[in-house]
């Protein structure tokens, strides 16, 4: 019999740990039904993952039919994988240990209530986060989550996800979509949104790499969003904003996006990454406040960028503790322009104020530097988590170096 082995799981009293697959040519439905009859022997499990392959294709009845999992009231992790998407159920509340989900739930303000009763619950993977109706805020919020992991989020919840989980130390968000009401329509006037709510002031990673998907005449009030919610994360180290793989058609961040988000991420940042990064010139940098904090600076391009040693050195200023200026072309484009464009911009540099050079090296030697992998490093603690300054990076302080004994800027 095809589900006997199911049967005999109630007798595995000692078991901690189930994982069960249904291949796509079984009807999970019943499956399930067998493994719910064997689960009043399974009191002690503390690991669950189903995962199903495609073979259920029921929404509405899937959450009735994993209601069984409610019994399992010590389970700390639970994985539903490749399974359809669905509302949390009602009987997710009686896990109060679950610590972890991977699950393709649907949540929104209106129904994070039911997490809101798990107190032990520190991860979500695999969700999707809608506005819900007029950007109204969550009913309940969840402080206790601290990881968000391949989250999908529609651009105008930003501000209602955080609201709901204000406690996040990291989150990675694969998407960033259109509303399911604004397909044809007009993008909502700024007034219509909600206001943002208190900032991650915990957050201290975040990686969004799915705004390839989103409509251009939402780009600036979604980044504007992002920003306003980033303005009190003061443990904020990381930021990331990519997009994937096929964002053929997506417009790259321009000079204003750049110059933005210098100048509102927050002060503990620690390392930028931006892709794709459109020809960017002088006016990305030239306003950059001053940051400490910031040690790597990677953008990554479509299009070269058009930055003079003027810009360079005005980041150089602004960035007293960079290590890591990383500017380097799409992964399908041809490395020697990089090379090439970081070669020169050293010589640029090398040759104001009548300098004399001393830079040596070559971009590909920056970009192993910037990847901790040259292998001249001696190995002392300079702060900066094992990198060793770049090339480019060198070549921006020996300029300034005979700025400042001139007296008088270079360029």
């Known amino acids: 019999m095809t589900w006997a082995p199911l049967l005999k799981l109630g007798r595995m009293v000692r078991l901690r740990s189930l994982s069960v697959s249904f291949p796509g040519c079984m009807h999970a439905g019943a499956g399930l039904q067998y493994l719910a009859r064997s689960v009043a022997g399974l009191s002690d499990l503390q690991s669950l993952a189903i995962e199903f392959n495609g073979s259920f294709q029921s929404e509405s009845s899937l959450a009735a039919s994993l209601s069984f999992i409610g019994r399992l009231v010590g389970l700390s992790s639970l994985t539903l994988g490749d399974a359809p998407s669905m509302a949390p159920p009602a009987w997710l509340s009686s896990l109060t240990a679950l610590s972890h989900i991977h699950a393709?739930?649907?949540?929104?303000?209106?129904?994070?209530?039911?997490?809101?009763?798990?107190?032990?619950?520190?991860?979500?993977?695999?969700?999707?986060?809608?506005a819900?109706?007029?950007?109204?805020?969550?009913?309940?919020?969840?402080?206790?989550?601290?990881?968000?992991?391949?989250?999908?989020?529609?651009?105008?919840?930003?501000?209602?996800?955080?609201?709901?989980?204000?406690?996040?130390?990291?989150?990675?968000?694969?998407?960033?979509?259109?509303?399911?009401?604004?397909?044809?329509?007009?993008?909502?006037?700024?007034?219509?949104?909600?206001?943002?709510?208190?900032?991650?002031?915990?957050?201290?990673?975040?990686?969004?790499?799915?705004?390839?998907?989103?409509?251009?005449?939402?780009?600036?009030?979604?980044?504007?969003?992002?920003?306003?919610?980033?303005?009190?994360?003061?443990?904020?180290?990381?930021?990331?904003?990519?997009t994937d793989d096929d964002g053929e058609d997506f417009t790259a961040w321009g000079?204003?996006?750049?110059?933005?988000?210098?100048?509102?991420?927050?002060?503990?940042?620690?390392?930028?990454?931006?892709?794709?990064?459109?020809?960017?010139?002088?006016?990305?940098?030239?306003?950059?406040?001053?940051?400490?904090?910031?040690?790597?600076?990677?953008?990554?391009?479509?299009?070269?960028?058009?930055?003079?040693?003027?810009?360079?050195?005005?980041l150089g200023r602004a960035l007293p503790g960079l290590v890591s200026l990383y500017f380097i072309a799409d992964q399908d484009g041809p490395r020697a322009c990089d090379e090439e464009t970081e070669s020169a911009w050293v010589q640029q540099l090398d040759a104001l104020g009548g300098g004399g050079g001393g830079g040596g090296g070559t971009a590909e030697a920056s970009s192993r530097a910037a990847d901790g992998d040259d292998e001249s490093s001696d190995g002392e603690d300079d702060g900066s988590d094992g990198e060793e300054d770049d090339e480019l990076v060198l070549a921006i302080r020996r300029a300034l170096a005979r700025e400042a004994a001139a007296g008088a800027p270079l360029a």
């Open 104 to 130: 393709n739930l649907q949540l929104s303000p209106g129904n994070v209530a039911v997490l809101a009763a798990l107190p032990a619950l520190q991860q979500l993977q695999g969700v999707t986060w809608t």
């Open 132 to 242: 819900g109706g007029g950007g109204a805020p969550p009913a309940a919020c969840c402080p206790g989550v601290l990881v968000l992991d391949t989250c999908r989020v529609q651009h105008s919840g930003l501000p209602s996800l955080a609201a709901a989980f204000p406690g996040l130390r990291g989150a990675t968000i694969t998407e960033v979509v259109d509303g399911d009401d604004d397909e044809d329509g007009e993008a909502p006037h700024p007034a219509a949104t909600a206001p943002a709510p208190a900032a991650w002031h915990s957050l201290q990673t975040l990686a969004i790499s799915g705004f390839n998907t989103l409509q251009e005449r939402h780009m600036a009030a979604a980044l504007d969003s992002l920003l306003s919610l980033l303005r009190g994360a003061g443990e904020l180290t990381t930021l990331e904003l990519k």
């Open 255 to 314: 000079d204003a996006d750049v110059a933005a988000l210098l100048a509102r991420a927050p002060l503990s940042l620690e390392r930028l990454t931006l892709y794709p990064a459109a020809a960017l010139t002088d006016a990305a940098v030239a306003g950059c406040p001053y940051r400490p904090a910031l040690k790597a600076l990677h953008l990554l391009w479509t299009e070269p960028p058009e930055l003079t040693p003027a810009g360079l050195l005005a």
